[in-house]
Nanobody, 126 residues
Framework: QVQLVESGGGLVQAGGSLRLSCAAS????????MGWFRQAPGKEREFVAA????????YYSDSVKGRFTISRDNAKNTVYLQMNMLQPEDTAVYYC???????????????????WGQGTQVTVSS
């Protein structure tokens, strides 16, 4: 089993930045695809970003493309989400996820991910 713990969430004003971290334990995630999802109050959990195990293959939802950057440090068994130009609509609980089925093109669907973190709250004020 893989345990994932997110951190770095908080309160930020519109236009600000946050960097989320996802620390994995239990086993190495060097050959796992990793993703970030978010869930706003009363909304469905939605895809944000994903990165393949080869690192260079990354994908983003249209709503965050150009503002968010996903990265990974396999030596630290950690995945990051750099969030810039945050807007109130970015307010949500952000979840880290891991997929043991490594892909050259990472999945944007929830069902592709086997392990999930507990989530970290991101609140963006206007």
């Amino acid at each position: 089993q893989v345990q994932l713990v997110e951190s770095g969430g908080g309160l930020v004003q519109a236009g600000g930045s946050l960097r989320l971290s996802c620390a994995a334990s239990g086993r190495t995630i060097s050959n796992y695809d990793m993703g970030w999802f978010r869930q706003a109050p009363g909304k469905e959990r939605e895809f944000v970003a994903a990165i393949a195990w080869i690192k260079v293959n990354t994908y983003y939802s249209d709503s965050v493309k150009g503002r968010f950057t996903i990265s990974r440090d396999n030596a630290k068994n950690t995945v990051y989400l750099q969030m810039n130009m945050l807007q109130p609509e970015d307010t949500a609980v952000y979840y880290c996820a891991a997929s043991s089925a490594a892909r050259l093109i990472p999945s944007r669907t929830r069902s592709a991910y086997d392990y999930w973190g507990q989530g970290t709250q991101v609140t963006v004020s206007s």
